[in-house]
């Protein structure tokens, strides 16, 4: 244990701003903790055989509006705080945590970490100060959670007249604003503390429209780690909406998805969605150090088209997905995974890291301080190719446009996937005709990297909305993609 606990934290920012760059001083008022009560933590308390050990505090505020049939339905804001502590040893890991942020109640909470790691026997050591300073990725001049509320009522109202009175089949609209302000102190057996503040918000659009006694539902939404007024830019929340009813009227006249194996397209954006649930997932270090992805002990082969290069990156400013630093203190980073059909790496937490002999990515990410963290995803996505997207879709004799999906599984062991498209077209000679519904794409994530055979020069990331679990852990995470040609899909589709 270093004799004084060592400071990552930015330079004080200038008066006007209230962004992340704060002194050490703000984090310990905060948590009402010094460098000697952390240096007491880890440093006694954990005293025993363990190789490494971290105290994770966190302060959060949840802020949640919600307009139903043109009345605010839902005005909530909850406040908590708490603190974690880990224990290592070899592959056993200790964790505690408590949300009496007192002195006596994490002493104990590092007592029991401490009790559940050390009984695997190893060499005691400790984890290094990282080579790499947190980065500066959302200075915001005023929180989300800090923005007038008259403001966002107002906001959401606007937003339920837009939609109805874009065409008058619509019935009924659902219009949400949550927003969130999460504080954090990482302090490590090895003597050094980061802190970080996270602001994070998301508006969501929900529209449902009905003719001749068939309803159908429309959503849309975005946000990010962006203050209120981002919704208010170039009227971005006017695109949501229309966007929203859009979907749903397309769905009114849709036609019945068709069954078998077709060539598929999918669309710039949100479609990464697939490329993450099918393919990322089996890129994170602990189902690669278990040996249970597809992806296991395949570095340096042959696994995608040469076409694919799949990236994922937690330092795009503001991204929904983007930290300045990961749940456990080390600074994120753009990890290239597969690069042009070859397996790279893998995204890592420090401990899967450690027993892996590789450097941890900055992908160490936990839901709360509940919660030890894993490896995860940030933002990640396919980079672009050379192709004209229009050129992909007139590419295809006969096969299916995905624009979005609402949802879908996985089996990590395989890749193999189901999906449901909620909005499509048809590809009929080289050009997009009728919407459809009841699409579900099924496959194999390493196998539809194979067949990728066209590449768009249009890369796109989500508008801001993804959230991905594991092991009963949520996280905001982005994805993306350029328009790809995927050289046979099975659809499941209802079309008799």
Not at 115 to 141: G, Q, T, W
Not at 208 to 221: K, L, T, W
Not at 289 to 300: L, P, Q, W
Request: aromatic share 6%.
């Amino acid at each position: 244990m270093n004799g004084n606990m060592k400071s990552l934290f930015p330079m004080k920012p200038s008066p006007e701003t209230q962004d992340i760059a704060r002194p050490q001083r703000f984090f310990e008022d905060r948590f009402g903790m010094t460098s000697s009560l952390l240096e007491r933590l880890l440093g006694s308390a954990l005293v025993g055989r363990v190789e490494d050990a971290d105290l994770y505090l966190e302060y959060r505020v949840d802020e949640e509006l919600l307009l139903e049939e043109g009345a605010v339905k839902k005005a909530s804001r909850h406040v908590s705080q708490g603190a974690g502590v880990r224990a290592q040893s070899g592959e056993r890991t200790g964790y505690a945590h408590t949300d009496d942020v007192t002195l006596g109640s994490l002493e104990e909470a590092a007592r029991q970490a401490r009790a559940i790691a050390e009984r695997a026997a190893s060499d005691a050591v400790v984890a290094v100060k990282p080579d790499r300073r947190p980065h500066d990725l959302y200075s915001l001049a005023v929180t989300p959670v800090a923005a007038d509320v008259s403001g966002k009522v107002a906001l959401l109202r606007r937003i339920d007249e837009a939609a109805r009175g874009a065409d008058p089949r619509v019935r009924q609209v659902i219009a949400s604003l949550s927003s969130e302000e999460q504080i954090i102190l990482i302090a490590t057996a090895s003597g050094w503390t980061v802190g970080d503040v996270r602001p994070l918000t998301r508006l969501s659009v929900t529209v449902i429209a009905e003719q001749d006694g068939r309803r159908e539902v429309g959503s849309y939404g975005g946000g990010g780690r962006v203050p209120f007024d981002f919704f208010l830019e170039e009227e971005r929340w006017k695109r949501f909406a229309g966007t929203a009813v859009k979907q749903a009227l397309l769905k009114l006249r849709a036609v019945e998805a068709p069954a078998g194996t077709l060539t598929v397209v999918l669309g710039p954006g949100w479609p990464g969605i697939l490329l993450h649930e099918a393919v990322g997932h089996g890129l994170e270090g602990d189902f690669n150090r278990k040996k249970v992805s597809a992806f296991a002990g395949r570095i340096g082969e042959p696994v995608a088209s040469p076409l694919v290069t799949v990236v994922d990156d937690g330092t795009l400013p503001n991204r929904r997905g983007s930290l300045n630093v990961d749940d456990e203190g080390t600074a994120t980073g753009r990890n290239v995974l597969i690069e042009n059909g070859v397996l790279r790496g893998y995204m890592q937490d420090r401990l899967n890291a450690r027993l892996m002999g590789m450097a941890p990515t900055g992908n160490g990410r936990r839901e709360s301080y509940a919660y030890p963290p894993m490896p995860r995803m940030t933002n990640t996505f396919m980079l672009a190719g050379e192709d004209d997207p229009e050129d992909i879709i007139r590419s295809v004799p006969y096969g299916l446009y995905a624009v979005a999906f609402s949802g879908g599984q996985v089996d990590i062991t395989n890749g193999k996937f189901v999906f449901s498209a909620s909005e499509a077209y048809l590809i009929e000679d080289g050009k997009l005709t009728a919407p459809v519904k009841g699409a579900t794409l099924i496959g194999s994530g390493p196998e539809v990297l194979k067949r990728v055979s066209r590449v768009g020069r249009d890369l796109s990331l989500d508008e801001g909305v993804g959230t991905c679990g594991k092991d009963g852990q949520s996280v905001p995470v982005g994805v993306g993609l350029p328009t790809i040609r995927v050289d046979g899909i099975t659809v499941g589709g209802t079309q008799v």
